[in-house]
């Protein structure tokens, strides 16, 4: 019987466990699937970052890369904007830190937005991590742009073009701005605002400064556009005589290390006219020189080390010698300090191209719970007293704890009702009983979890014993043996079925209670700060208030539950309890007749 009585305990157990990991992962799934970084905006989308097979198939995952948004009437709501953008905002997927980020170009007439964000990683093929949002929709945000965090430390010069007037403006924290510059500004590019030379005098020159040092490689990247075949036209010229350009259709490099005659070695690849290309050059000092048109290496050949030890100005769109200047449009120049991965040149390509396989931006997401709704709620545990939270996690684990009781008080009334009938059916049909009262493992295992099935058990060992020892029994005697051991077991029955129910008459009484006693204390404290400061108003008041009567709410939140749950299990309780208490008449008669019939 004690090995039976163990088995049934670990299966009640292990179905009390199984409940409550079932409510605990609905409890959490429902608190936290749907976390908002900040309540006061009220709108968000998911922008998915496709680094996959069906976006961007990269070989690699890239860290902090700058990705580009373009935002559009097909893709987010203006209305829902402020008028310059102001409340835009980029947060991690998991909804916990704030991303850089800068809007190159906002224009809320033809509803055109450029924005730049530093996303934290591009995961090979994890479309489940591979996402960011973007919130917006609050009328009191202010301006929240960065546009030097917005890339690492080896961005050492960015240049969007999007000045209407003036010199071109380096985006990074390095401030590399030109020192010279004829040109023209304002006009269409690929991503917005573009650059157009003229190729006759117009060239940006980017003065040498101690930011510009190239020891560990270098990058070139740049959105090109000709119209007409180039003569030996300079795209970029420097560090250290190192230079790219165009000849004819074709794109050359030219390494001059001892600033001799050039000696430019030149692809096989033509230039589409009309047609913007997205053009990369990366040096590793030592190593080689590479050359990318549109994300495919076109060029490879040995550099030496030294061609990085000379200073001097970099030059976009001319030689440096009033001489290769070039004919077309420029877009997006990016000057890095080490040389690019091909995945992140990929990346670039995709995501700054016309197609922008690198990004999809979801359905418009609102604040739920009618949004004044969950922000009330937030406001009020924001200003939660630490008595308070005191409170209400005790009413906590006296909730967590209840739900442990009545899971497995449910569980155990209906394995023993269902058992219980079992055994009474058997039991009425009179083939369980025996002249010995012997009781095979087959049955105890078969009504397991009967209560009934261990009175009739229990009973059977009383009256063995006296079928054992006939000549020292006194059938008087026996017979009120036999009804105080069934009474005995019959108490036991009903002490386990009764087992940790007063937690649930504790949390039923005291739950408001404790509740009521943070609602008090919690006003006392919130009157005794508005008498401290010296001032009465119903903003200053309301929130310490609301927060205080939190604790009545959480109080009632425990004991409701456990009121209802109180009652159904002393119900069921009760009718398996009546059913013990029938079979122990029933059983004692039995034995009455059968000893008058011996």
């Known amino acids: 019987m004690k090995l039976n009585i163990k088995i049934n305990f670990f299966t009640q157990k292990q179905a009390c466990l199984f409940l409550l990991t079932c409510f ?336 999809s931006i979801g359905g418009e997401e609102v604040l739920e719970m009618s949004g004044v709704a969950l922000l009330m709620i937030r406001t009020i545990l924001k200003n939660l007293t630490i008595d308070g939270m005191l409170i209400i996690g005790i009413l906590l684990v006296i909730l967590f704890v209840c739900l442990i009781v009545f899971f497995s008080k449910t569980y155990t009334c209906y394995v023993t009702a269902r058992d219980n009938a079992a055994f009474l059916k058997f039991f009425k049909t009179g083939s369980i009983h025996n002249p010995d009262y012997n009781i095979s493992d087959s049955l105890s295992d078969k009504f397991l979890n009967s209560s009934i099935f261990r009175i009739y058990s229990h009973g059977c060992d009383v009256l063995k014993k006296a079928v054992e020892n006939p000549e020292t029994s006194d059938p008087a005697l026996e017979t009120e043996r036999f009804k105080t051991s069934l009474e005995k077991v019959l108490i036991r029955e009903n002490q386990n079925l009764n087992a940790w129910m007063v937690l649930l008459t504790m949390a039923i009484t005291g739950g408001p209670f404790l509740g009521l006693l943070g609602t008090v204390w919690g006003v006392m404290n919130t009157f005794a700060a508005m008498a401290e400061a010296g001032e009465a108003n119903i903003m200053a008041i309301a929130p310490g208030v609301a927060s205080a009567l939190s604790t009545t709410v959480f109080g009632l939140i425990t004991a409701i539950p456990a009121l209802f749950g109180y009652n159904y299990l002393v119900t069921r309780i009760r009718s398996i309890t009546a059913e013990m208490n029938i079979f122990v008449d029933e059983f004692g008669l039995r034995r009455v007749k059968h000893e008058k019939n011996d």
């Open 24 to 359: 605990l992962a609905f409890f959490f799934k429902t608190s936290f699937a749907d976390a908002w970084w900040n309540e006061d905006w009220q709108f968000r989308r998911k922008i998915v970052l496709n680094a996959g097979i069906s976006g961007v198939d990269l070989k690699e995952n890239i860290n902090e890369f700058p990705v580009l948004i373009r935002l559009h009437s097909g893709n987010v709501a203006f209305s829902n904007l402020k008028e310059s953008g102001e409340d835009i905002r980029f947060v991690s997927g998991d909804d916990t830190a704030a991303l850089k980020f800068h809007i190159e170009k906002f224009d809320s007439v033809d509803e055109l937005a450029i924005c730049w964000v530093k996303a934290p990683s591009l995961y090979l093929g994890r479309a489940d991590t591979n996402f960011i949002w973007m919130y917006y929709g609050n009328s009191e945000a202010i301006k929240g742009d960065d546009p030097a965090g917005t890339y690492d430390g080896s961005y050492l010069a960015v240049y969007h073009f999007n000045q209407t007037e003036g010199f071109p403006a380096d985006a990074t924290g390095y401030a590399n701005n030109p020192s010279d510059f004829s040109g023209g500004l304002g006009l269409p590019g690929i991503i917005g605002d573009g650059l157009s030379l003229s190729g006759s005098g117009d060239k940006i020159v980017i003065p040498q400064s101690g930011s510009l040092n190239f020891a560990g490689g270098f990058t070139f990247s740049g959105w090109i556009k000709i119209s007409v075949p180039q003569e030996n036209a300079f795209i970029f010229y420097g560090p250290g005589d190192l230079a790219a350009g165009i000849k004819g259709t074709k794109i050359f490099v030219n390494i001059n290390k001892n600033s001799s005659e050039p000696a430019p070695l030149e692809s096989s690849t033509d230039l589409a006219f009309d047609t913007w290309h997205l053009v990369t050059v990366t040096a590793a000092p030592g190593k080689e020189l590479k050359a990318y048109l549109d994300g495919t290496e076109i060029l490879n050949t040995s550099i030496p080390d030294e061609i990085f030890q000379s200073k001097g100005n970099i030059i976009i769109g001319s030689s440096g010698q009033e001489s290769g200047f070039f004919l077309g449009e420029l877009d997006e120049i990016i000057i890095l300090n080490r040389p690019e991965t091909p995945s992140a040149i990929t990346a670039a390509l995709e995501n700054q191209g016309h197609n922008n396989l690198l990004t």
